[in-house]
């Protein structure tokens, strides 16, 4: 036909990588051959090479011409190759652009970096209809041999406008050095010894304090504080409402009677639902540390909890075992100051630990890799799921294979080897409600309690993102039909099911999505784990522990074995030494900064998607994440203590610190 004899035109938006060279920026000419492979719906179409030579840092929008008709664009591979003498350079690639003979645009969203020598494969942006339009190549799930993964890169200096690149984010960069410095001059780092008087503590670090870190210093000691800890602080996944008492926990009501009042008894409160329990059992039999040479130790403690009328929770009986007995007392309230002060910091460095391994690391973290890595693999409607793996696979390298000077097995009572063992327990008893914070709520029967602001937040977000996802997922698969047929779609879900929960059937995580309604809430499950469940868990740790006794990492005497039996001076010498509280203070604060690079949950500067109703839908997600913002921070005025872990505008798009 005539128009057959039109050129196509195709565009790359490039730019080359600046390398900088301690205070000065060297600006290089470099030369990159690319090879263009453009695959059409019937046949390879079309294969071109084209030299590229420009200056280091600049941009550069490149045309290159067809002189043929190719049918419909479905798939675009970049080939990076070799160039004479030249040597090779770092290349960030913003997008791919098509045009037919006919006017007909084909977008091919990239936005990330293109290192060495290799084949970038591209999808376009318009998913098709459904499978039978795709290549036969595509049909049959092949890939590239040499398909190039995400180089996962940063950017310093905070937003840049599109399409400016981000600059390569280094792993071996040592985060917050002057921190360092500031304890080590102190004489912290180096110090063995125990805390002279808790008043000193207030030393490491004196010139980061926060009003929260401030309140928590003042409140610690309370009974009210330390239960609401369990509501609205850094943990608030624990507590399980308690209709029955465990057997290995034989609290009577004689014991709780001064703590309940007297116009009722302790089974009243647990038919009536106001008595919770926080169970860390699965601490139990993990192997302690060693720090500084000594011995450190691990409790599995069981706490129960009483909802008192005028709304605050309230710790009413602490054993520090799994087995009753008479060297595994119960302690009380009405104990000696020094005995229940320490009861619960028994239980506060149980939750540290528990967080810290399991609901941050394994339940954020690892999880979210494995999605991230399916996601690279497999690429189902990538442009939904790409913002939410930047970073993932960035700080997981760096925390967990690096291990560096500030790592915290250097000041933790697990080590590494707990740690291990710890997330192995936590493997089996994973379930998919529980990463699902409205089936989570309902399972351990926390939807009443007043003032549950992680609830209450947590549950906007869940919706608010489920509604986004909907409309995404609604506007791409039109039947269910269309998601059985998908075989990447249910390659990811199968791959995610044995690699990331280990073919557990027992975890009720699907291993192949049957329905819209499933993806939808599968997918709503990861956008919310990686973003808003992960700021939950890590945006609070620095202010609930700069503190230490509010939130130790060790514990170096076992639990005691009877009442009567602690001091302020035993205290001191049980709770982290002086070099291990500053390590840890320093670590905890170094994860909560905030990176310069972040993006908040629903920024999308990346241009994948390129249809009106898409869109429209972030759009809408983005006006209801302010909405709910604007509804936080109402809130938060008229509290002693905030609470905005859950503010949109402190949640990250991705687990990325």
């Known amino acids: ?188 780092l180096s110090c063995t010894n125990s805390w002279a008087k808790l008043a000193d503590i207030n030393k490491v670090f004196c010139f980061n304090k926060t009003p929260i870190t401030g309140y928590v210093r003042a409140h610690w000691r309370e009974d009210t504080f330390f239960g609401y800890q369990f509501l609205n602080r850094v943990h608030p996944v624990v507590i399980r409402r308690c209709t029955e008492l465990p057997c290995n926990f034989p609290v009577t009501s004689a014991m709780v009677a001064s703590s309940l009042g007297e116009s009722t008894s302790l089974q009243d409160e647990l038919e009536k639902g106001n008595i919770f329990l926080a169970d860390y059992k699965i601490l139990e039999g993990v192997p302690a540390n060693t720090i500084n040479g000594y011995q450190q130790y691990i409790a599995a403690p069981l706490c129960l909890l009483h909802l008192q009328p005028s709304g605050e929770l309230v710790p009413v009986a602490i054993q520090l075992s799994q087995c009753p007995g008479p060297t595994s007392p119960i302690f009380l309230p009405s104990d000696s100051e020094w005995d229940w002060i320490l009861a619960k910091t028994w239980v506060r460095n149980a939750d540290f630990l528990m967080l810290k391994a399991v609901s941050h690391l394994l339940l954020t973290h690892l999880i979210n890799e494995a999605f991230a890595l399916a996601t690279l693999r497999q690429l189902p409607i990538f442009k939904l799921l790409m913002p939410h793996t930047r970073y993932t696979l960035h700080i997981n390298i760096l925390v967990c294979l690096r291990r560096r000077p500030w790592s915290l097995s250097q000041g933790v009572s697990m080590g590494h080897k707990g740690v291990s063992t710890l997330i192995a327990k936590a493997m089996k008893c994973l379930t998919y409600d529980s990463l699902c914070i409205p089936d989570d709520v309902e399972a351990r029967g926390v939807g009443s309690i007043a003032n549950y602001f992680y609830r209450d937040d947590g549950l906007k977000i869940w919706s608010a993102i489920e509604s986004f996802v909907s409309g995404i997922t609604r506007h791409y698969y039109r039947s269910d039909a269309h998601i059985l047929a998908d075989c990447e779609l249910q390659a990811w879900a199968d791959e995610i099911f044995r690699e990331g929960f280990l073919g557990n059937q027992a975890s009720s995580f699907p291993s192949s999505l049957q329905s819209i309604p499933e993806l939808i809430k599968y997918l709503t499950m990861w956008i919310y784990c990686c973003s808003a469940r992960h700021a939950a868990l890590n945006n609070g740790q620095y202010e609930l522990g700069a503190w230490m006794p509010n939130f130790p990492a060790t514990m170096r005497h076992p639990p005691p074995q009877a009442q009567g039996t602690t001091s302020l001076e035993s205290y001191l010498d049980t709770i982290p030494e002086v070099n291990s509280t500053s390590l840890i203070v320093f670590t905890l604060w170094v994860i909560c900064c905030k990176p310069g690079d972040s993006r908040s949950l629903g920024t999308y500067p990346d241009e994948h998607f390129t249809e009106e109703e898409p869109k429209r839908l972030i759009a809408a997600f983005q006006g209801r994440l302010a909405q709910i913002s604007q509804e936080i921070q109402e809130r938060n005025k008229s509290l002693p203590i905030p609470y905005r872990y859950l503010d949109p505008h402190h949640i990250k798009n991705s687990t990325s610190i």
């Open 1 to 188: 036909p005539e128009a057959a004899a039109k050129p196509v035109n195709l565009g790359l938006y490039l730019q080359a990588n600046e390398r900088q060279v301690v205070s000065r920026t060297v600006v290089a000419i470099v030369t990159w051959l690319i090879c263009v492979s453009l695959e059409t719906s019937t046949q390879w179409g079309h294969r071109r090479p084209t030299s590229i030579l420009f200056w280091g840092g600049g941009r550069k929008r490149l045309m290159l011409c067809c002189g043929r008709w190719l049918g419909d664009i479905i798939l675009v591979r970049l080939h990076k190759e070799p160039y004479s003498f030249y040597p090779t350079d770092n290349w960030y690639c913003s997008f791919v652009e098509v045009v037919s003979s006919q006017g007909q645009r084909y977008h091919f969203p990239c936005y990330q970096w293109v290192e060495g020598y290799r084949i970038l494969e591209l999808r376009e942006a318009m998913l098709p209809e459904s499978a039978e339009s795709l290549s036969p190549s595509l049909q049959q799930g092949e890939a590239s041999p040499s398909v190039a993964p995400l180089c996962h890169q940063c950017i310093s200096g905070g937003p840049y406008p599109h399409p400016k690149p981000p600059p390569p984010r280094a792993l071996t960069r040592s985060p917050c050095p002057p921190r360092q410095v500031e304890l080590q001059l102190k004489g912290f």
